[in-house]
């Protein structure tokens, strides 16, 4: 670990999914890069990227499998949903047949993805809306003026009203039956985004981390491993790899 | 261009089945810049590398006639949830010193995989008492010198050995190249007991018995195994990938191939026909395909769709039967066949995990000699290997581990008998022996061919079958290397490196993004 100091450090596969153009590629930019593009291409394939989040007690580093919502085939999700820890499943919720998509994935990853997995709910684009429906108290913060502002970034630029058409009840409620976490966010302002991720790493199951090398079980005393410990409980960091064969030699 | 449409693109390659060779060309391919369509048959991933679940294990048991058992005695039940269990039909080792090992870290693909610590290789004695039945093989002089059941001759004559094979010691070996491991170790001068020829031959993997195996075979393995120790950290010489070991290799190669956006994957994909050297349609000497190539391969699929291509690649077995293409191949000339079983059993095997350095290993190797066995008043005509993955690889829940034993030939009760014995002699932390919780036997056939060897023309890469046991085997890379060669036209450019985005660490939730 180059900072941090002693702070136990803990992989954590994400995979994001969602119908197409809900925003799961600005979320993770958002929250890698800090970052928001308009008019962002739609992801081909897929993307990986990582992020360490800071965490009082340790480190965790975010595996992110940032998936192509547009794909024809539904083949590519498997491969990345496999084995993940966590799943953000993303939603517009200015539409409300995203929010059946992504019921679809919620009941795709309990059927088929490891048992504890950790998913999160997310309704984006909270920008476009006007109001938050009832939970302003608890969303804190959130910039009104803004939000209707980038409503202008449609395709109706007249239309001053509301764009929502999924409820935070709605969602709320379906979120609360079915265990996810559940967060309305604004990947192009922020709002709630790092919220999300934190959450996630929160909810990780202890003993899940502990499998991936959490506290106390941590690589005694195998030193000069610099960088990631990647896991650590028996984790090989395989780019430490020194070259030298020190205790090779047999005889 | 659409990337989702299939017949309006003239492929650079269809890769047909998500074993590890199809897979490492599709990331290397799509690294390259190339167009590839990689097919499968199965819903799921891997082909004959998958990882399945125990409700998917029973059904693939059933599809491939394999013996699938679940002994009737949990009472409470024991076994976990279904998905749970990854259990792999790949779960073999690789070496520290693999060139694939070598290609993950330059490629930077190892960044999303994780690698565990195989930690001892053990050698059943039946001859012995019971706390001595299972012998570490020493992994150093230093270990050879504390082995208490050697006296000092031996330990002398096992370093002399040992130095001899590797290379340490003047003399020359060249005198053995026609001999086996058994005749170089039982030759006058060393003349050691059968226990040590075991311990030696278990460090070759090899399902053959110390006299079948070509000395300069062994000598290779062996000079390999102790020159792979302390490579990544002291005290091992091999690691396995968490999750099922080759299963988690193929995906993340298959993602890598993805992550480019030059590869479309379609699951549960059936080919029906197969033509070469087709002109291609008007449509794609009119667009955007101006090569200098006019013909090419045109395939058929189950779902309708007409797919072209300039490059094939694919196992034979992965090919329709019954079309003029697949038909002409040339057979296998000769197949060594082998028994198999995954076997969850509910004792951790603790005991085998321990390393010189903590925490516990993920895996362990078990050899069980020829001759060590008995069933039914015969006995093992060769030895058996339990590959041993604990809880630690994800395979499992805690307090159970996943054995996975392989023999050549032979009866395939002699794989339930080697899980009993072993787990008679490894008892856990409240001295329970543990019991199989679920076993599946199933036969595989391993072409004697060298894998290197793929039948290839110029446009028809097949490969040869290839089933992966205790080690992922260093020649697929060569093979998959050959291929890429052929159809880039360079080697150079193998897998090259790509930045992967990483952002600035972040704190908790008190960061507040503006």
Redesign the interface.
Known sequence: MS??GPKPSS?V?LVLLGEAAVGKSSLVL?????DFQENKEPT?????????????NR?IKF?I?DTAG????A??A???Y??AQSALVVYDLTKASSLTKAKHWVAELQR????GIVIALVGNKLDLTTQSTGLEGSMGGLSLSAAANSGADGDDDEEEEDARQVTTAEAKGYAEEEGLLFYETSAKT?HN???V??AIANAIPESTLK??GGPG?G????GGSSGDT??G??????????E???????? | MNIESLNQTIWDAVIVGTGLRESILAAALTRAGKRVLHLDRNPYYGSEYTALSLDELETWARLHQADFHLPDLQDPPMLAKPRSYTLSLSPGLLYTTSPLLSLLVASGIHESLEFLRVGGWFIYRPDTGADETLTPVPNSREDVFNDQSLDPRAKRLVVRALKSILGLEGGSVADWTQKSLQEYLEQSSLHLPSRIISAFASLTLRHDRPGEIPFEEAERDIRNHFGSIGRFGPGFAAVIGRYGSGSELVQVFCRAAAVTGNAVYVLESDIMNIENNIPYPSWAVEKQFKHEDSIGIHLQLRSGDSIWARHLIATADNLPGGIPIVESLPKPLVEDRYWLSVCIVSNPLQNLLRTSEPPLAAGAVVYIPANALKEDSYLNTHPIYIFVHGSETGECPDGQSILYVSMKGDNKRFLDTAVNSLLNKVRDNNGSTGQILLSMKFENTVESRPLKEANRDSSLHILGKHTPLIEIPDAVLDQVIDIYGDIVGSRDTFMEKVEVEEGEPRDNKDTIFE
């Open positions: 900072e941090g992989s596969k958002r929250f890698v890069n800090d081909i394939g897929a993307a990986f990227l990582t992020q360490k989040c800071n965490l009082p480190t595996e499998w547009q794909e024809r085939f083949s590519l498997p491969m990345y496999r084995n088929q993805a490891s048992p922020g985004v790092s919220e991720f934190t499998t991936r079980t690589r005694g005393g195998a990647f896991g409980t028996g984790g090989v960091n395989l780019s430490a790899a020194g030298t064969n020190k205790d090779a030699c047999a005889c």
